[in-house]
């Protein structure tokens, strides 16, 4: 970027208020959703839709490695567990939120709960192997989620917030899990 460039005044912020307010009152049964909003709104609803099965499927898998977990080594595993099931928990709550926003409905029904999901549940049979599994579910929804972000890029920036906020903290777990993996393997030898 040249000096000249950053030096360039900004173009003053000029809308017409006036059509906004009348667009407003026209339409005020869509609620947050306004004229300005570029995405598919059912489509958006659908894949937010899948995610929180997604979010659903985890906390169910977390909750279940919880309490199976047993073991010398169970108990900051299970703590480890606990505090991700409720985050994903968390994450479910925000992303049903999102989809009545959107004037959509959150889809809870436990039929089709794993069809929906973009990560299956895996049980494991050991604490490694449940170690495992819930580091292959935060691999998926890591790369699900980034993909998601890419797709609804600048029609959605809302939305695309959310999914890059749960992102975040899917990228954490997954990098909990591989310090756990690596403690438990460490302890083996």
């Not at 992303?95 to 929906?116: K, T, W, Y």
């Not at 890419?150 to 975040?168: A, M, Q, S």
């Not at 954490?172 to 083996?188: C, F, M, N, P, Y």
Request: with cysteine.
């Amino acid at each position: 970027m040249s000096c000249e460039e950053r030096n360039t005044p900004m173009q003053p912020f000029v809308t017409d208020i006036q059509r906004i307010r009348e667009r407003a009152r026209s339409a005020i049964d869509q609620g947050a959703v306004t004229p300005s909003y570029k995405g598919d709104q059912a489509q958006v609803v659908k894949v937010l839709n899948e995610v929180l099965a997604t979010e659903i499927v985890c906390m169910l898998r977390y909750k279940r490695h919880y309490f199976m977990a047993d073991g010398l080594n169970s108990e900051s595993v299970k703590a480890e567990f606990q505090e991700h099931w409720k985050e994903e928990e968390e994450h479910a709550d925000w992303v049903a939120e999102r989809i009545g926003q959107l004037n959509g409905e959150p889809d809870f029904n436990p039929e089709g709960l794993a069809s929906r999901s973009h990560s299956d549940y895996v049980e494991g049979n050991d604490l490694t192997s449940m170690i495992e599994e819930d580091l292959v579910a935060e691999r998926i929804a890591i790369e699900t989620y980034s993909e998601i972000v890419r797709w609804l890029g600048d029609n959605d920036p809302t939305t695309r917030r959310l999914i890059e906020r749960i992102l975040e903290k899917e990228e954490e777990h997954a990098d909990d899990l591989v310090t756990l993996i690596s403690r438990l393997k460490g302890q083996q030898h």
